[in-house]
Each structure stands twice: as structure tokens, then as C-alpha cells.
């Protein structure tokens, strides 16, 4: 059994916090920068060109590519042969969240309960945590920072599995049109397909960690997050939603065995500023 | 695409009725920050006949949550927040506080665009997430009431040259929904 110390983990956590809000990952850098070279509207060509300033600013001077610096949503993965030592691994990285997100000047976007009070937390805890046990003694955590507007975006869909590919092609397309310019495009798009009804949304959500533009391992899939694409950018929402070619970025499909009764469909987006980083213990 | 053109604050009616939708502005003067919670506060005030803490005559709300400033700058990144969310409050600011132009993000409501007619209004949209970038723009800021709200609480910010798109005019013109628009 290997021990990794609490305060081992809420540094790491600290510092990721810090990274991801300030720095854009370079696969979403290049993305906005191929997606300026193709678009044909002028205005939408104008608010890409601010996005990349923007990152460019946010990474030289160490301030956040956007205000909302997000619900703290991690992805971790523990070996089974992994303990935390002097603490938990939850209150682990609540701490090292808290004190990122205090340290780092970064905005707390979280209120307590959320019909009645509604009391900010003031230090961005709780985060969301979705701990997976692997194979092993390393500790992977994948932080995703995830603002509000591109979240309320979200939509999920019990399909009956008559519904098909066509009914997912129309749910999806419509959902991004609906959107409009809510949340922040160019997006990314994350489709869940399949599971039971959190585990579609899980996926959605999982689905949009993956390297940008790096297509589904399975051809067919590959083939519908291609025609996604297309037809979400055939829409003329464009940057901001004011027009033009750019409406997403990628579209990332995942999907998990489901119910001979079901076709669970959910979608999540993630806006220009799509941040997140990892690190392994 | 149009011209330029620079705007100060505070808005007259005219100045307002000069702005059509598509044209890009650099917008100088005081605004006013204001999110949901804000919004709702203000307009109770107003249910209940009450003064206002900021005086909107003639002024603009920006709807943004800025992050907190570091030591030595004048205000964290400060982005716009989606404007929807606001739809509701909207028309009550323009028909009682004399609210003569919104800064956000997305698309509004019907009922907005009929008060912003009725009432000779303006939407500018901000360039959502560029927010470390429309930072530079801004002077000045100071937590004029709300501190419980944290980052919700009203601001007051100078801006200098803040970059905009009239998105929806006063006469109901709507890029979101004519992105055609020159």
C-alpha cells in the first residue's frame, strides 16, 4: 500500500486550480486559431481573434480567462493500492480547492443550498468529485472548471431506442441551436449516449475531457461526432451566436451499454474558454 | 461591417436612438454591475416604492460577477454573464429607474425587446469569456452596496473604450436573431 499525505493532494489541488482557470490547454488554443483561419463572417472572425487575445493575457499575467471560474469538477482516479494519509481524500481536495480558488484570486461561484438561501460558500467548496478506483498505487486527478452559462445549457433525453440515430441527430443539433449564444460559442460539445439516466450525464460531461478534435476509437461513432459537427456548424449561430461558421469546436461522443428499454441521450457543453489539466500523484 | 463609434455615458434618449444594431461601440463612463440576485433586490425595492441604492437614470448594468482583484490591479477578469437570466427584472428597471442600456451576452426575451422599444433602450453584447481582456477597460471599482452577494454584489466601474456590439437596438433590431444584419 502507498500513502500519498493529505496535504500532498490539496497542493496538487491548489495548483490545478490555479493552472487550469489561468491557462487555456494548448489543444483549445489551436482549435480557436484553426477555427480564425476558416471562419467567413467578420464578426464572428472578431470574437475568436478576442478569445485568443484574451488567453493570451489571462497566461501572461496570471489572471483567469474568465470570471466565472466554475464549479470545481474533478475526475479522479485512485489506485487500489493508494491510501491518503492524515485525512480523506474528499476533505483533501475541498481544502486544496478552497485555498486555489482563495490564493488565486479566483470569483466563488458557489451558494449553499440553492432554493432558500442561497448563501455564497465563499470559498468555491463543495466541489464535485467523481472518484473511480483503478488498477494500481498512482492518484490521477483531471480538474474541469465549469462555468454556469455554458452548464444551463445542458439537456437529457430518455429516448425510446425506436428513436435512433436520427432522433439523436435532431436532439443534439436542436439542443446546441437552442443554446444560441448562452453559452459562450465556438463550444464543445459532449454527447452521452446510453447508461442509465446520471450515467448519460456523467458521459456527456466526461466526454468533454478529450483532447479536441481526437475522434471517437470507433469508427461509427467517429463518423456521427463528424456529422454532429457539420450540421451544429451549418447553423449559423457562430461566435457569440451572431453568426457564422464557428458554432462548435468538436463534438465528443461517449457512450456505455444501457437497458433493452432505453436510449438515454444527454448533452453537455462547454464553452470557448473549455479549461482543464491533471495531475498524477 | 459598420464603423466604430465611441459612446459616453450617461445616454440620452437620442444618443440611444443613434445606435443600431451591428454597430461596433467603445463605450466610456460609470456602469453598474448587477446578476440575478442584484436584479432582484432592486426590484423589490421598486415593488415597494423604495429608493434605489445607484441612481440608473440615463446609465447602463453590466451584467457581470468580476473575480476578485489582485493586489495592485483595479478589478479581477470581468466578463459578461448570460443575460437571460435577467429577462425578468429588465423592464421594470427601464420603466422605473430609467435604465437606458444592458451589457451581457445571448439573446433576450420578447418582452424585453417590446419594454427597449418602448422605453428607447440598448443591449450591448461583451464578448463572452474574453474577460481578463475587457478587464483592461475598466478604470476604476468599488462595491457600492449587496456585499453579502460576494462576487454579486453591485459595482460601481469606470470604463474606458469598452468594446461592444449593439446587438439589440431600440427600435427591436436583433442580431441573435438576424445575424445577416451589416
Given at each position: 500500500m502507498r500513502?500519498?499525505?493529505?496535504?500532498?493532494?490539496?497542493?496538487?489541488?491548489?495548483?490545478?486550480?490555479?493552472k487550469?482557470?489561468y491557462?487555456l490547454?494548448?489543444?483549445?488554443?489551436?482549435?480557436?486559431?484553426?477555427?480564425?483561419?476558416?471562419?467567413?463572417s467578420?464578426?464572428?472572425?472578431?470574437?475568436?481573434?478576442?478569445c485568443?487575445?484574451?488567453?493570451?493575457i489571462?497566461?501572461?499575467?496570471?489572471?483567469?480567462?474568465?470570471?466565472?471560474?466554475g464549479?470545481?469538477?474533478?475526475?479522479?482516479?485512485m489506485?487500489?493500492?493508494?491510501?491518503?494519509g492524515?485525512?480523506?481524500l474528499?476533505?483533501?481536495?475541498?481544502?486544496?480547492t478552497?485555498?486555489?480558488?482563495?490564493?488565486?484570486?479566483?470569483?466563488k461561484?458557489?451558494v449553499?443550498?440553492?432554493?432558500f438561501r442561497?448563501?455564497?460558500?465563499g470559498?468555491?467548496?463543495?466541489?464535485v468529485?467523481?472518484?473511480?478506483?483503478v488498477?494500481?498505487?498512482?492518484?490521477?486527478?483531471?480538474?474541469?472548471?465549469?462555468g454556469?452559462?455554458?452548464?444551463?445549457?445542458?439537456?437529457?433525453?430518455?429516448?425510446p431506442?425506436?428513436?435512433?440515430?436520427?432522433?439523436l441527430?435532431?436532439f443534439?443539433?436542436?439542443s446546441v441551436?437552442?443554446?444560441g449564444?448562452n453559452?459562450?460559442?465556438p463550444?464543445?460539445v459532449?454527447?452521452?449516449?446510453?447508461?442509465?439516466f446520471?450515467?448519460?450525464?456523467?458521459?456527456?460531461?466526461?466526454?468533454?475531457?478529450?483532447?479536441?478534435?481526437?475522434?471517437?476509437?470507433e469508427?461509427?461513432?467517429?463518423?456521427?461526432?463528424q456529422?454532429?459537427?457539420?450540421?451544429?456548424?451549418?447553423?449559423?449561430?457562430?461566435?457569440?451566436?451572431l453568426?457564422g461558421?464557428?458554432?462548435?469546436?468538436?463534438?465528443h461522443?461517449?457512450?456505455?451499454?444501457?437497458?433493452?428499454a432505453?436510449?438515454?441521450?444527454?448533452?453537455?457543453?462547454?464553452?470557448h474558454?473549455?479549461?482543464?489539466?491533471?495531475?498524477?500523484? | 461591417?459598420?464603423?466604430?463609434?465611441?459612446?459616453?455615458?450617461?445616454?440620452?434618449?437620442a444618443?440611444?436612438?443613434?445606435?443600431?444594431?451591428?454597430?461596433?461601440?467603445?463605450?466610456?463612463g460609470?456602469?453598474?454591475?448587477a446578476?440575478?440576485?442584484?436584479h432582484?433586490?432592486?426590484?423589490?425595492?421598486?415593488?415597494?416604492?423604495?429608493?434605489l441604492?445607484v441612481?440608473?437614470n440615463g446609465?447602463?448594468?453590466?451584467?457581470?460577477?468580476?473575480?476578485?482583484?489582485?493586489?495592485?490591479?483595479?478589478i479581477?477578469?470581468?466578463?459578461?454573464?448570460?443575460?437571460?437570466?435577467?429577462?425578468?427584472?429588465?423592464?421594470?428597471l427601464?420603466?422605473?429607474a430609467?435604465?437606458?442600456a444592458?451589457?451581457?451576452?445571448?439573446?433576450?426575451?420578447?418582452?424585453?425587446?417590446?419594454?427597449?422599444?418602448?422605453?428607447?433602450?440598448?443591449?450591448?453584447?461583451?464578448?463572452?469569456?474574453?474577460?481578463?481582456?475587457?478587464?483592461?477597460?475598466?478604470?476604476?471599482?468599488?462595491?457600492?452596496?449587496?456585499?453579502?452577494?460576494?462576487?454579486?454584489a453591485i459595482h460601481?466601474?469606470e470604463?474606458k473604450?469598452?468594446?461592444?456590439l449593439?446587438?439589440?437596438?431600440?427600435?427591436?433590431?436583433?442580431?441573435?436573431e438576424?445575424?445577416?444584419?451589416?
Amino acid at each position: 500500500m502507498r500513502t500519498i499525505q493529505f496535504n500532498a493532494v490539496a497542493d496538487a489541488v491548489t495548483a490545478l486550480c490555479l493552472k487550469a482557470a489561468y491557462d487555456l490547454p494548448g489543444d483549445i488554443m489551436q482549435g480557436l486559431e484553426n477555427a480564425l483561419a476558416q471562419e467567413r463572417s467578420e464578426r464572428g472572425r472578431i470574437f475568436l481573434g478576442q478569445c485568443i487575445e484574451n488567453a493570451r493575457i489571462a497566461a501572461r499575467e496570471r489572471m483567469p480567462i474568465c470570471q466565472d471560474t466554475g464549479f470545481a469538477v474533478y475526475f479522479i482516479e485512485m489506485g487500489e493500492d493508494v491510501r491518503i494519509g492524515g485525512g480523506s481524500l474528499y476533505d483533501a481536495v475541498n481544502a486544496g480547492t478552497a485555498r486555489g480558488y482563495t490564493a488565486g484570486y479566483l470569483r466563488k461561484s458557489i451558494v449553499t443550498d440553492p432554493l432558500f438561501r442561497r448563501r455564497n460558500t465563499g470559498d468555491n467548496t463543495p466541489a464535485v468529485i467523481h472518484l473511480e478506483l483503478v488498477p494500481g498505487d498512482k492518484l490521477s486527478i483531471v480538474l474541469a472548471p465549469k462555468g454556469g452559462g455554458s452548464e444551463n445549457m445542458s439537456a437529457l433525453k430518455m429516448f425510446p431506442p425506436a428513436a435512433g440515430r436520427a432522433g439523436l441527430v435532431e436532439f443534439v443539433v436542436d439542443s446546441v441551436t437552442r443554446a444560441g449564444g448562452n453559452p459562450c460559442p465556438p463550444t464543445i460539445v459532449g454527447v452521452g449516449v446510453g447508461g442509465t439516466f446520471e450515467k448519460v450525464a456523467y458521459l456527456a460531461k466526461k466526454a468533454l475531457l478529450r483532447p479536441l478534435g481526437q475522434p471517437h476509437p470507433e469508427a461509427e461513432y467517429a463518423a456521427l461526432e463528424q456529422e454532429l459537427l457539420e450540421k451544429i456548424n451549418a447553423s449559423n449561430i457562430g461566435p457569440q451566436g451572431l453568426g457564422g461558421d464557428t458554432t462548435a469546436l468538436a463534438v465528443h461522443i461517449e457512450y456505455f451499454p444501457c437497458h433493452i428499454a432505453s436510449f438515454p441521450v444527454a448533452v453537455n457543453l462547454n464553452c470557448h474558454a473549455a479549461r482543464h489539466d491533471q495531475v498524477v500523484l | 461591417m459598420k464603423n466604430t463609434v465611441k459612446i459616453e455615458l450617461p445616454l440620452s434618449d437620442a444618443a440611444v436612438e443613434t445606435l443600431s444594431a451591428g454597430t461596433q461601440v467603445l463605450l466610456s463612463g460609470v456602469i453598474y454591475t448587477a446578476r440575478d440576485a442584484a436584479h432582484k433586490r432592486l426590484c423589490e425595492l421598486i415593488a415597494k416604492g423604495e429608493q434605489l441604492p445607484v441612481d440608473l437614470n440615463g446609465g447602463a448594468l453590466y451584467f457581470v460577477g468580476p473575480a476578485p482583484a489582485k493586489p495592485g490591479a483595479v478589478i479581477g477578469s470581468a466578463g459578461p454573464t448570460t443575460s437571460y437570466r435577467m429577462d425578468a427584472y429588465s423592464p421594470i428597471l427601464m420603466e422605473h429607474a430609467g435604465l437606458k442600456a444592458m451589457i451581457g451576452k445571448g439573446n433576450r426575451s420578447k418582452s424585453v425587446v417590446d419594454a427597449m422599444i418602448r422605453h428607447k433602450c440598448v443591449y450591448f453584447a461583451a464578448t463572452g469569456g474574453a474577460a481578463a481582456l475587457i478587464a483592461k477597460c475598466i478604470t476604476a471599482c468599488e462595491v457600492v452596496c449587496y456585499e453579502d452577494l460576494g462576487p454579486e454584489a453591485i459595482h460601481r466601474l469606470e470604463v474606458k473604450d469598452m468594446p461592444l456590439l449593439v446587438a439589440i437596438d431600440c427600435r427591436g433590431r436583433n442580431l441573435y436573431e438576424n445575424p445577416e444584419i451589416q
